[in-house]
């Protein structure tokens, strides 16, 4: 929950105030974690829920929103049953998707059983919201003016309040941007260009990053819309910097995941040496590539690791199409 002054205005959350699921969206922005390989999450209080459904634009006291949460709930369930004959206790079906989320921080079988759903109700909802792009009859251009209204609104307000952002910089990539993109790429596919909208925020110090990020989690977008693979990290280890802050106790709670020892340079063979950057993509139109269908083994096969995956988490390749990127850099 973030803090307030005392003339009731927003600041951000200190170091030594975060909560465990603070440092798994940050862990998952820097190295580009799935959701999906999640085993539980570590909401504790219900402002956590409310600030995260709020980060998807959903708002519990709304009918409209309830509805949706509902009917995305309830296809995941029937997915789950219908492919893989899965039992639901009958506490979490009933379950609210607050209550869902709430469910999904425990330990036991029905917390795996809310997080098998919420992960479930994630691809739907990014599913949906894809096809919406083919039926609603907007353009990009407009698409975009949305995301920057939000954008804006946000980080206007993070620089109002003093917070210690000393540049920000937004904008969208012309199309001589983007085909000079492509021919200095070896992959030369269009759907790659993930940043045809892009943002720069940079923080006064290295130290603001962590909470400049979790402010941002729970005011612009959610963690689980960090795209896969998608993230930079040049400017510190994971690791080593939370082990130096009051954070380091947390690293033995943390899912693990590989290497947390993940400073990761650019791989953009244009960029400095010198140059360091936290870049990552958050996700608006995500689509998942399933393969052939007709093949009944290969299908046999596929369905084994993603109930795997959904119970127990673990590695898996994710693939998506995203036109938003975030970047959060210190000044040198």
């Known amino acids: 929950m973030n803090d307030v002054n005392r003339d009731g205005a927003e600041r951000l959350k200190p170091l030594d105030q975060f909560s465990l699921a603070d440092l798994e969206s940050i862990r998952l922005i820097l190295r580009g974690d799935s959701v999906i390989d999640w ?5 504790t209080e219900d402002e956590d829920v409310r600030e995260f459904l709020g980060a998807h634009e959903l708002r519990t006291d709304d009918p409209s929103d309830r509805m949706r ?4 709930k309830n296809e995941a369930i029937a997915y789950l049953r219908r492919q893989f004959d899965y039992p639901i206790p009958r506490p979490v079906e009933r379950a609210t998707v607050p209550e869902l989320l709430v469910i999904a921080s425990g330990r036991g079988h029905r917390g795996m059983c809310a997080c098998t759903i919420l992960k479930c109700m994630h691809i739907i909802h990014h599913l949906d919201g894809r096809e919406l792009l083919f039926v609603l009859p907007m353009s990009d251009q407009e698409v975009f003016h949305i995301v920057e209204e939000k954008v804006y609104r946000v980080i ?3 620089l109002a309040g003093g917070f210690p952002i000393i540049e920000f910089v937004g904008g969208r990539k012309n199309k001589d941007s983007l085909v000079t993109k492509l021919l200095s790429k070896q992959e030369t596919i269009a759907a790659q260009i993930f940043d045809k909208l892009r943002f720069r925020v940079v923080t006064r110090t290295r130290d603001d990053i962590f909470p400049v990020l979790q402010y941002l989690t729970r005011r612009l977008f959610p963690f689980n819309y960090v795209v896969p693979g998608q993230s930079i990290n040049s400017v510190f280890s994971f690791r080593s910097y939370v082990e130096g802050t009051s954070l380091g106790p947390m690293l033995g709670q943390l899912q693990a995941h590989g290497e947390d020892d993940d400073f990761t ?3 953009n063979q244009f960029s400095a040496e010198e140059y360091r950057i936290i870049h990552f993509v958050v996700d608006t139109e995500a689509h998942n590539e399933i393969g ?5 083994k290969y299908k046999e096969r596929q369905k084994k690791a993603v109930m795997r995956r959904l119970q127990l988490g673990g590695t898996g390749e994710s693939h998506g199409r995203i036109p938003v990127a975030q970047d959060v850099r210190k000044k040198k």
């Open 292 to 296: 052939d269908a007709s093949h009944a």
């Open 39 to 43: 085993r539980r999450l570590d909401f």
């Open 69 to 72: 949460m509902e009917h995305v």
């Open 156 to 158: 206007g307000g993070m």
């Open 265 to 267: 340079p650019s791989d």
